[in-house]
């Protein structure tokens, strides 16, 4: 039998660990499954699993006379969303989600635009932490504050009046539709709350994509004969425009499945949340209120499908 060599004595002596560390680094794809395999196990039987669930419950019954969830397949539920008072709610909440994406949008486009173009050293700063600090606050205390404002006795309606301008606000709530007892306890209340609370996600990704418009096609707009509305019109917002649709996937999904301002701001209206929060806990419906929960799922599967397109995940 021959003499063991110094490197055979070594290899014998390495424990299990060694030898997998050996098998990792003589195969990148085995590293990279090890990496990746605990998120993605978290990801398919926590996060996936939990939405299946929720998709199962949506196709049981809740027996009207017992109040127990009968556990078999069914459309009853499906058909029981489709009640002219539960589509309200699904209206509602998309158009409620669609006006707020739109706001956001006009308000947060020439503030982005500002910060890219303009601003430089500390006033780039100050606009960062601007648009940070109100992420930084409670979102109650934020909440609570506009209901405060909003109110009848807020400091809007004192203003007015100092201006004699209160029945403007009087009038403007008198209306039928978007009227209310005060704005705090109203549709209008509501839309302003949202349009606040969500800006700071519509500017970011707007002022990242403006970032990286080159600054020589906007010079070759203006040595080529443009009028500045035709370069913005032509240049800068077609090659902007990715940022505004990464941004209101933001705006228009945190709009969508939010249940706390339309609580504590707003009138008797329900909206998506408020609907998943009342059947599942008040009236005990589980399969209505999952049923309720899939539909915002399907909204966004369909948004994030032509957010894509658009070209949002490129600006994110």
């Known amino acids: 039998m021959g003499r063991a060599t110094m490197s055979d004595l070594a290899l014998r002596r390495r424990g299990p660990l060694s030898s997998l560390i050996d098998a990792v680094y003589r195969h990148p794809r085995l590293f990279l499954a090890l990496l990746l395999a605990p998120p993605l196990l978290w990801l398919g039987v926590i996060y996936l699993g939990s939405l299946f669930a929720l998709l199962a419950q949506s196709f049981f019954s809740l027996d009207d006379f017992s109040g127990v969830i009968v556990r078999e397949f069914t459309l009853s539920t499906w058909t029981q969303l489709m009640a002219p008072a539960n589509l309200d709610v699904i209206i509602r909440t998309v158009l409620m989600s669609a006006l707020v994406t739109i706001a956001d949008a006009i308000m947060a486009f020439p503030i982005a635009y500002y910060a890219a173009r303009y601003a430089r050293g500390l006033m780039k700063a100050a606009f960062y932490l601007l648009v940070m600090m109100p992420l930084w606050s409670s979102y109650l205390v934020k909440v609570y504050a506009w209901k405060l404002i909003l109110a009848r006795e807020g400091i809007d309606t004192w203003v007015l009046d100092k201006l004699g301008l209160k029945f ?26 949202f349009c606040y609370v969500w800006l700071p996600y519509m500017i970011l990704p707007i002022q990242a994509a403006l970032e990286r418009v080159p600054g020589n096609l906007i010079e070759a707009s203006a040595d080529l004969g443009a009028s500045p509305r035709d370069t913005f019109r032509h240049v800068i917002l077609p090659l902007a425009f990715p940022g505004v649709v990464a941004g209101s996937i933001f705006t228009f999904s945190l709009t969508l499945g939010d249940y706390i301002i339309p609580q504590i701001v707003g009138g008797s209206q329900y909206y998506l949340g408020q609907a998943v929060y009342a059947q599942q806990g008040t009236a005990g419906n589980i399969p209505l209120a999952a049923a309720f929960s899939v539909v915002p799922i399907l909204i966004m599967g369909v948004y994030l499908t032509f957010a894509r397109k658009l070209g949002a995940f490129d600006a994110l």
């Open 168 to 193: 403007l606000l009087d009038w403007y709530l008198s209306l039928p539709v978007i009227g209310g007892p005060s704005l705090s306890a109203s549709y209008t209340g509501t839309f302003i709350v």
